[in-house]
Nanobody, 118 residues
Framework: QVRLAESGGGLVQAGGSLRLSCAAS????????MGWYRQPPGKQRELVAD???????NYADSVKGRFTISGDFAKNTVFLQMNSLKFEDTGVYYC????????????WGQGTQVTVSS
């Protein structure tokens, strides 16, 4: 079984920064994509950013230029550096991953709360 564990959430003032971390563990050989979703209060879960094993990244328009995703697939870890945080960034952030051919499937972490005060 595969487990994703997030850390780094917290309370921050608008304009501040947070760095989220996620580590995958368990019966895992490889992951093809790792990324982050978030769920603002009262809204649907949405993709924030992801990165493929080949290094291709994509970001939600709302976070471009402010957030940076990075990953180390050899270590099954992914990070999200969040700068210039806005009140609208508030929500529960979830680490997510897609397995490769050897360990196929979609995997999710338990979520970490990010609260940005205005």
């Amino acid at each position: 079984q595969v487990r994703l564990a997030e850390s780094g959430g917290g309370l921050v003032q608008a304009g501040g920064s947070l760095r989220l971390s996620c580590a995958a563990s368990g019966s895992l050989f490889s992951l093809n994509i790792m990324g982050w979703y978030r769920q603002p209060p009262g809204k649907q879960r949405e993709l924030v950013a992801d990165i493929s094993i080949t290094g291709i990244t994509n970001y939600a328009d709302s976070v471009k230029g402010r957030f940076t995703i990075s990953g180390d697939f050899a270590k099954n870890t992914v990070f999200l550096q969040m700068n210039s945080l806005k009140f609208e960034d508030t929500g529960v952030y979830y680490c997510a991953a897609k397995g490769g051919a050897i360990t196929p499937g979609d995997y999710w972490g338990q979520g970490t709360q990010v609260t940005v005060s205005s």
